[in-house]
């Protein structure tokens, strides 16, 4: 006979309640797995809708085996743009973009919108001197709170110039949160940047993750291993 002061038995989760815990465990797994699996079919298909009606009909892969094979588009996509930057390359590969970006130049409305372009391209896939050096902690926006920024490079010409400080200024990329392609560049000088052990990629993650994924999740308070 149990009294009023007698402790509970523990109890056993029910069935619905395992089946809704196996649930979610199938989602976390399966999730991951799917979504990638629909992006790189549906980017896939995006270049194949894009690629294959700028080839003539009768060099269609369907012509020949009677069905739409989903990646060809990519394959004659990569090939033409390995031949496109092996001529690039080249003397005559330089001058015909010189001539053609001489030309461009000449449109008002389409030079503006082809140097952004430009820009942007050489920003994200010129492998240089101009991706991120190391990740690094420094209080912004002001003394006390501590945010994740990027080191791009030092400082130079008139801004390392005119600034008021007596050593080296770094321009630090401060990225937003969950979108780490917006953000502020701001100019530290170096004694108040500490840089960090962990790797772009693990400081992209806290970003993205708003601090809720660590390079180390067992202990965040120690050093990645």
Not at 135 to 161: D, H, M, N
Not at 167 to 190: K, M, R
Request: aromatic share 10%; net charge neutral.
């Amino acid at each position: 006979m149990n009294t009023p002061f007698d402790e509970e038995p523990h109890r056993r989760p029910g069935l619905l309640s395992r089946l809704r815990a196996s649930f979610l465990t199938g989602i976390v797994v399966i999730a991951p797995v799917w979504l990638t699996i629909w992006l790189i079919w549906s980017v896939v298909g995006w270049i194949d809708s894009a690629v294959l009606p700028l080839i003539p009909q009768r060099f269609q892969p369907q012509e020949y085996v009677g069905i739409n094979l989903r990646g060809v588009g990519v394959v004659i996509f990569l090939a033409f743009t390995v031949v496109v930057g092996w001529i690039a390359k080249g003397i005559l590969g330089r001058s015909l973009i010189h001539f053609a970006e001489s030309l461009v130049n000449r449109m008002p409305v389409v030079r503006s919108i082809y140097s952004g372009i430009k820009q942007i391209s050489e920003t994200v896939f010129a492998q240089t001197e101009r991706s991120f050096e190391k990740a690094c902690l420094i209080q912004y926006p002001r003394r006390g709170i501590w945010a994740i920024g990027f080191v791009s490079t030092t400082a130079k010409g008139e801004v390392a110039e005119r600034a008021e400080t007596g050593g080296d200024l770094l321009s630090v990329f401060v990225p937003t949160t969950p979108n780490p392609t917006s953000g502020f560049l701001l100019f530290f000088p170096a004694e108040d940047v500490i840089l960090l052990d962990m790797s772009i990629e693990d400081a992209a993650k806290l970003v993205i993750s708003a601090g809720l994924v660590y390079p180390n999740d067992k202990d965040p308070t120690q050093p990645p291993e």
